[in-house]
């Protein structure tokens, strides 16, 4: 190699460069413009992108062919081919860049690789702050808006306690218990990300701008939804599956037996995510909610960050977890099982039972001795995992 290069070959590298940086904004232009398509959701923006390659091809297809695709029905394909919001993804584009906003679709590296497991992830989300989305171990925690003194005050001491694991706080910078967690986290310099049910040309409530400025520098603020769009009633639920989704369990503080923090401790079982629930009074009604999760095995009660760490398999960093020791005695139906679970971080019971050909009847009672021998443990959801 010279030990010079010629001034045309700088010149050409950053032509070069540049094209792609076009290509890449461009084709982001057109990501963001999917979105702008009425009902289509990430599922169905999916779709187009599979079938048509890219997203900049989807507005180049005939209504014939759009009509093939799964998902894509006559009101969807009409929309496509007479898309006219073109402009409002260019205005959403320059609002981006003035505002040090980094937009990821699904298809990009740094998309959070635990909602890429759910089938209703967005396709688009908003980012701004010092943010990693993929952190090694990242916990929700929600609660009522309406929080006691008793709940603040168990929030922040079980942020106090995880701090040693490093984990990322994860909540929706509501009212009430998500305030406070949030701020907890900054008080223990811990990353924190507030989920939006609104664009990022706003903070809802107001209350909560200083507070997300002090959340920028180690965390920030995560959307699915474009600048100019409010925090409309229906929005809440949304975004309480990206707050359940982005994380590896929820942690419910204080919650009355309905609302958005029942719906994402919901939404978090489905997803085969784990959920907690810190126990109040049985005549407390906020937390009703919390006992009702806990009553009905949808949460493990949670009394300390120590309860968390066990059922998630963490360990402080820099210490060795122990060796599992290998269980003796076992029937050849239970060395079965716990051969299958070895390989599986956890497993749904009706999966298993198609694996091992066993009635879910047969499987419950096998499984319930093994848990008697302390092999293994069962989960929310119908789910067991190895101790």
């Known amino acids: 190699m010279p030990d010079e290069f010629h001034p045309a070959f700088f010149l050409f590298l950053i032509v070069f460069l540049s094209l792609i940086k076009m290509q890449t904004h461009t084709e982001l232009l057109f990501h963001i413009a999917l979105t702008m398509i009425p009902k289509v959701g990430g599922v169905a923006a999916k779709n187009l992108l599979a079938y048509c390659g890219s997203a900049s091809n989807v507005f180049k297809q005939k209504k014939d062919h759009l009509l093939r695709i799964p998902g894509i029905g006559e009101k969807i394909a009409g929309e496509i081919v007479n898309f006219k919001n073109m402009d409002r993804a260019e205005r959403e584009m320059k609002f981006i860049d003035a505002h040090n906003i980094i937009a990821l679709s699904f298809l990009d590296s740094n998309y959070p690789q635990r909602m890429r497991d759910i089938p209703d992830a967005p396709f688009i989300i908003y980012t701004k702050g010092n943010i990693n989305l993929n952190t090694q171990r990242m916990i929700a925690i929600v609660g009522t808006r309406k929080a006691t003194d008793y709940g603040k005050n168990i929030t922040a001491k079980l942020v106090e306690e995880l701090q ?3 984990p990322t706080i994860i909540s929706g910078l509501a009212y009430g ?5 949030h ?5 223990c310099n811990i990353p924190t990300l507030g989920v939006l049910a609104h664009g990022l040309d706003m903070v809802y409530p107001a209350a909560n701008k200083n507070l997300v400025q002090s959340m920028m520098e180690n965390g920030g603020i995560v959307t699915e939804y474009p600048s100019g769009v409010g925090p409309e ?6 975004r309480n599956r990206i707050v359940a989704g982005m994380t590896d369990a929820t942690i419910v503080i204080e919650s009355a037996n309905k609302g958005g923090s029942l719906i994402t401790a919901e939404i978090a079982n489905s997803y085969n995510r784990d959920v907690f629930a810190v126990p109040g009074r049985a005549n407390d009604h906020l937390s009703s909610g919390c006992n ?4 009905v095995n949808k949460a493990h009660l949670v009394e300390t960050a120590a309860d968390i760490a066990y059922i998630l398999g963490w360990d402080v960093e820099g210490q060795i977890a122990p060796k599992k020791q290998v269980p003796t005695g076992l029937s050849e139906t239970e060395q079965n099982i716990y051969n299958f679970l070895k390989e599986k971080e956890k497993v749904e019971i009706d999966n298993l039972s198609i694996a091992m050909g066993y009635s879910s009847a047969e499987l419950s009672i096998i499984l319930l001795e093994m848990e008697f021998k302390g092999i293994l443990q069962a989960l929310p959801g ?3 995992r190895l101790l």
């Open 164 to 166: 040693s694991y490093q």
């Open 233 to 238: 009633m229906e929005h809440f639920p949304e």
């Open 292 to 295: 009702y999760l806990i009553k």
């Open 382 to 384: 119908k789910c067991f």
């Open 183 to 187: 701020k907890a986290s900054v008080a």
């Open 177 to 181: 218990i998500d305030s406070a967690a």
